[in-house]
């Protein structure tokens, strides 16, 4: 199965010109699906938990379960003020580490429905999955976002001219 916990994934590692540093450095992996540095750690999205990965070590430093059973965790994002943000597919929901635990900030079974790809900038925490829809970081309020054509996110990133691009699925 492409997408279960059943510990025959992978992460590796290589170097800029993309030439293998280490195949295997983090073995027994479920089904990692997203990660992102931050500082002199990576963190990876690992189906049911998010693992804090020293860099250097290639080893988990903290692991996060998530709070719901089967919430196919899916994607996470670091703001600049190192908020960590994961997003869970199954669940409908955002999670945060809070106090070295992962728990539910936002969970909407509409909004948040297949809740996939994230991007955090300037206050703001925006979401992918069936539909586009954008966070207030400080309060937790919906952002009008106005477009019902983008449906079905996988990817979100800067396009570096203060826009976006998406990944549909």
């Known amino acids: 199965t492409a997408y279960a916990k059943d510990g025959n994934a992978v992460a590796s590692r290589s170097s800029e010109s993309v030439q293998i540093i280490a195949l295997n450095c983090l073995d027994g992996r ?22 804090k990965v020293d860099i250097e070590l290639s080893t988990i430093i903290q692991r996060y379960p998530a709070p719901h059973e089967k919430p196919a965790l899916n994607d996470v994002v670091v703001t600049a003020s190192g908020d960590v943000f994961v997003t869970g597919s199954a669940s ?3 999670y945060k580490i809070e106090r070295d635990d992962l728990v539910v900030w936002k969970q909407d079974a509409r909004l948040l429905k297949h809740a996939n790809g994230l991007y955090a900038t300037d206050g703001s925490l925006l979401v992918g999955g069936a539909q586009w829809v954008g966070f207030d970081i400080a309060n ?28 549909l699925i």
Do not use: M, W
Not at 30 to 51: A, H, K, M, R
């Open 140 to 167: 937790g309020d919906r952002l009008d976002i106005q477009d019902d054509k983008l449906v079905e996110i996988d990817g979100i990133a800067s396009d570096g001219c203060r826009g976006h691009i998406l990944t």
């Open 30 to 51: 479920n089904s990692p699906t997203g990660l992102t540095v931050f500082e002199d750690v990576i963190y990876v999205v690992d189906f049911d938990e998010l693992l």
């Open 92 to 94: 409908a929901a955002i």
